[in-house]
């Protein structure tokens, strides 16, 4: 067992004439850390988290918890008696000896918001609720790659341990995961990919600087393998007495059913009282001052913060959009929507691309399609560029952003076909003509209006682009995906890119086989496909969910 640094604070210790230590305070603050005078200093991972009772010395000191020494922690208790505050302790302390270039969070509360005000630590790279799934997978790939990425540079420097490391190179961030209530993992699958992540943090983290604490109702949710690799482990009060052998082993000490109480094993074990975060006792002025204390200590730092996960909001504005997209608009690209894996905009670059597929499976998708389309053309920065609506089934109600319209009538047909023939052959001649997007609003009322030959069509789409002509054609997922028709098919087989409002299990734009346990999209929601449909992203697209 590590060897815990014990630290006298304002001890009630008994005098010579009074063998006797008055019993442990139920609501301790934590001594004062004034983090402009500790900032200045060099890393320092032992803090106080507790006043420890010490009987057979007739002290009572200060716990001081050196995460370095102690290495991975788990904290047991039950529902309402001081896991979150121990958490915030623990935390709160480390930002105040540290700078976030020195300590770093990962937040995962998976319990009752109790993380949550550490969230706006400077300190805090980002912190997960069990039910974002999208931004859990996101945290738990990111864990990941900070382990291989540190183990890769730990093998090529020659070293074994962060200590070596920053003796032959560079200073690294040690990076604490706080996990707060990992009895909500119920679902296996999910707790499986967690885990998973977990147990390589047990296992391979505390040489690379990387630790877990993590709390629990219970010691027994914990796996075997898991709770092998946890160094230190604490106990507030368990309802269940058998659990508290289980986790301090056969010289516990009695337990007392008092908020904060808890249990250590050092040489011996001891009863300690967790120290509230800050001077505050009752929970409203606390958080009130937590709130004001993180306000300071960002406002005070000034140096680089951790970089939170890359998340696209559920729903966002064209406005929000647009100022993400300006350098798109400014090169005359039309930009789609925001990538899920890393919130970049994709879209249509009509400078390499030859043309845009859009496919849409409920008309409540179609909607906002147009009119994020819609409002890229508005944007563009070339104002002689002409756009074109090709609409045979008069279904566009805004054309304000359309130069031309062309409906179903004979002749408006034939100028379109020609049109397009005009533009193929300037382009094998080598030739520019005016920079043109038309959008082709419905692909099967298009295609049975102008009666294309297949070979005609198919050069319009690999030539046209290349003179000027940047087509833009929408469909519905059912007929663009699934038709047999020899112009259809030319479409379909020749889509460089493309956006699909469709899962990937119940499209054939996108060449893999998905999941049949793939939620339905949202509206707003549509995969991105490049190479043919060989390679694909998540995007959500302006607007929001109808």
Not at 266 to 272: D, K
Not at 275 to 282: C, F, H, S, T, W
């Amino acid at each position: 067992m590590a060897q815990i640094k014990q630290y006298a604070v304002d001890t009630k210790a008994a005098l010579p004439d009074k063998p006797w230590l008055p019993p442990l305070g139920t609501q301790i603050t934590t001594p004062e850390i004034d983090h402009n005078k500790q900032w200045q200093k060099q890393r320092n991972m032992a803090v106080p988290i507790g006043l420890l009772d010490i009987p057979e010395e007739q002290s009572q000191k200060s716990l001081i918890f050196d995460l370095t020494e102690m290495t991975h922690t788990a904290i047991f208790g039950s529902s309402g008696f001081g896991k979150s505050i121990l958490l915030q302790t623990l935390v709160m302390n480390l930002a105040r000896q540290n700078t976030p270039e020195q300590v770093q969070f990962n937040l995962l509360d998976f319990g009752t918001n109790g993380l949550l005000p550490l969230s706006k630590l400077p300190h805090t790279a980002d912190i997960v609720r069990l039910n974002e799934e999208e931004k859990l997978a996101k945290m738990m790939k990111r864990i990941r790659q900070e382990i291989d990425e540190r183990k890769n540079d730990f093998q090529l420097a020659g070293v074994a341990n962060l200590t070596q490391y920053e003796a032959e190179k560079e200073h690294l961030p040690i990076i604490v995961n706080v996990l707060d209530g990992y009895d909500s993992v119920t679902d296996e699958e999910n707790r499986d990919d967690i885990d998973g992540v977990l147990s390589k943090i047990l296992r391979e983290g505390a040489a690379l600087g990387i630790y877990m604490v993590i709390s629990a109702n219970r010691s027994g949710v914990i796996r075997m393998s898991m709770m092998s690799s946890i160094e230190t482990k604490i106990a507030l009060y368990l309802v269940d007495e058998s659990e508290v052998a289980e986790v301090i082993g056969r010289d516990k000490v009695i337990q007392q059913e008092i908020e904060g109480r808890a249990q250590i094993k050092l040489e011996s074990t001891n009863a300690f009282q967790v120290y509230l975060p800050n001077k505050e006792v009752d929970p409203l002025p606390s958080l009130t001052a937590l709130n004001k204390e993180i306000e300071g200590l960002n406002k005070d730092w000034q140096g680089a913060v951790p970089a939170s996960l890359p998340i696209v909001p559920v729903e966002y504005e064209v406005g929000y959009f647009n100022q993400k997209v300006k350098e798109w608009q400014e090169n005359n690209a039309i930009a789609l929507g925001l990538q899920l894996s890393d919130t970049t905009p994709i879209g249509f670059e009509p400078i390499r691309q030859k043309y845009l597929l859009i496919a849409h499976t409920l008309d409540e998708q179609l909607v906002l399609q147009r009119e994020m389309l819609f409002e890229q053309f508005n944007k563009l920065s070339d104002k002689t560029a002409r756009k074109i609506l090709v609409d045979f089934e008069n279904e566009v109600n805004d054309r304000t952003c359309f130069d031309q319209v062309v409906e179903n009538e004979t002749d408006q047909i034939n100028a379109v076909k020609q049109l397009m023939a005009n533009y193929v052959r300037a382009a094998q001649e080598d030739k520019e003509l005016v920079p043109t997007f038309m959008y082709i609003a419905d692909l099967e009322s298009f295609i049975g209006a102008t009666n294309f030959l297949a070979t005609d069509f198919k050069l319009v789409l690999n030539k046209a682009s290349k003179s000027g002509l940047h087509l833009i054609i929408q469909s519905m997922e059912s007929y663009v995906g699934n038709s047999y028709d020899p112009v259809t098919k030319i479409v379909r087989e020749n889509a460089q890119i493309g956006i699909v409002s469709a899962r990937i299990t119940d499209t054939n734009l996108i060449d893999s086989l998905g999941s049949v346990y793939e939620p339905a999209l949202h509206s707003n929601e549509a995969y991105f496909f490049t190479a043919r449909g060989k390679k694909f992203t998540k995007v959500r697209i302006p607007g929001r969910r109808i």
